[in-house]
Each structure stands twice: as structure tokens, then as C-alpha cells.
């Protein structure tokens, strides 16, 4: 079955720091991936996403390329800020017979970033 | 624009009791919600998906007697936890998509969570 694997946390970091969070998948055919972040007390929101190989999201910095021959979407940012201190979900979508919009997660990794 | 909420948002009652759950669009309306259960350090893991309707969709391993999930508008689902015991205790998350809409858009409540003493 289709699995994503996040590299574990807790991420603490100082302002300005270089983000890297790890995401690789697993799944057969060509999934959609997806960087969904959680902020306290708020439900997830979806930061970016890439459908096919090769493809770049990024949003308000943050960028995750889809790279189909090592199965990742590795998330980064150049300079966090404090206000980027939330959960980060990677998850796939997959199209299947019995599977329209049902999105596979990964366990999460919370990012912690310090003045 | 595109809001779900849950209510409520965090609830509290006695083992063998029923708990109602309650996730509403508040300006859209939803064909699909889903509904996920979180623990603590893992991942959202999808229980069921319903559209308005119709009968709710349950993942692999998943009670539907115990969980039982109504859509009856294109606004409100509720998730209700029957005879609820202490391994029911979790952060329950549901997410809807607009009607009319690739349902790789989904907006999401921001959870409620239970303990079953």
C-alpha cells in the first residue's frame, strides 16, 4: 500500500536558519505529493504540492521538489522565521478505484524556531 | 474563504457513553468530507469518507457501528462514537472538499479531542 515516511522531530532552530524536513514515499504509479503544515489550535493548511515528476511547489518560501527516482519531497526553507514554528505533514494522493481525494500522511514533524 | 470548523472542540465523558462530533463548512458546501483519528506522535490516519447522501465509506480495520458518520447536507457531518471506552481517547480531525471541486482540495477542521474516562 502507498506509505509516506517523515524524518522524525522535534526541529528546533534559530531564526534565519536553513530548513530541511525529509519525506519519502512509497507508493505505485504517479502520486500527487503534498506539504500541509498545522499551526496551534488551527487545522491543517495546505502549503504546496507537486502532481507530477520533476514538478517544484513552493509557497510563502518554502519549496518541496518531487523527485520520482528517489521517491521524496523533501521540504526547505532558506530563513525561518518564528512564526514558522507549527506541525509539517507531508502526504500522496493516489488515485485508485475506491480511493478519490484519500490522502496518506505522514506521522508529522514538529518544527520549533527560536529568536 | 473556506473554513471547517468542529464542534466541540474538546470533550470530556464516561466510558460506555455516546459522543456526537460535529464538522460544518462554514461558506462552501462540501460533497466529501473525511473524517481521520490522530495519536500522539502519528500520523492523521483516514477512518471513513462521506458523501452527502449517501452511505459513509470506512477504511480497512474501522467499526462502522461504532463510528457511525452522517452527511446530511452539504454542510454538516457528524462523527458519533457509540459506547465509547478508554481506547477511543484521541484527537478526531475531520477535512471536507467543495462541491464541484478535484477532491485534492480539502480543508480542514481543527480537531477535536476526546477522553474517555
Known amino acids: 500500500g502507498n506509505s509516506v515516511t517523515q524524518m522524525e522531530g522535534p526541529v528546533t532552530l534559530s531564526e534565519e536558519a536553513f530548513l530541511t524536513i525529509n519525506c519519502t514515499y512509497t507508493a505505485t504509479g504517479y502520486p500527487s505529493l503534498f506539504w500541509y503544515v498545522q499551526y496551534p489550535g488551527e487545522g491543517l493548511q495546505l502549503l504546496l504540492k507537486a502532481t507530477k515528476a520533476d514538478d517544484k511547489g513552493s509557497n510563502k518560501g518554502f519549496e518541496a521538489t518531487y523527485r520520482k527516482e528517489t521517491t521524496s519531497f523533501h521540504l526547505e526553507k532558506g530563513s525561518v522565521q518564528v512564526s514558522d514554528s507549527a506541525v509539517y505533514f507531508c502526504?500522496?494522493?493516489?488515485?485508485?478505484?475506491?480511493?478519490?481525494?484519500?490522502?496518506?500522511f505522514g506521522q508529522g514533524t514538529i518544527l520549533t524556531v527560536h529568536p | 474563504g473556506a473554513v471547517v470548523s468542529q464542534h466541540p472542540s474538546w470533550v470530556i465523558c464516561k466510558s460506555g457513553t455516546s459522543v456526537k462530533i460535529e464538522c460544518r463548512s462554514l461558506d462552501f458546501q462540501a460533497t466529501t468530507m473525511f473524517w481521520y483519528r490522530q495519536f500522539p506522535k502519528q500520523s492523521l490516519m483516514l477512518m471513513a469518507t462521506s458523501n452527502e447522501g449517501s452511505k459513509a465509506t470506512y477504511e480497512q480495520g474501522v467499526e462502522k457501528d461504532k463510528f457511525l458518520i452522517n452527511h446530511a447536507s452539504l454542510t454538516l457531518s457528524t462523527l458519533t462514537v457509540t459506547s465509547a471506552h478508554p481506547e477511543d481517547s484521541s484527537f478526531y480531525i475531520c477535512s471536507a472538499s467543495p462541491a464541484g471541486r478535484y477532491t485534492d482540495t480539502q480543508y480542514f477542521g481543527p480537531g477535536t479531542r476526546l477522553t474517555v474516562l
Open positions: 502526504a500522496l494522493r493516489k488515485l485508485s478505484g475506491t480511493s478519490y481525494g484519500k490522502l496518506t
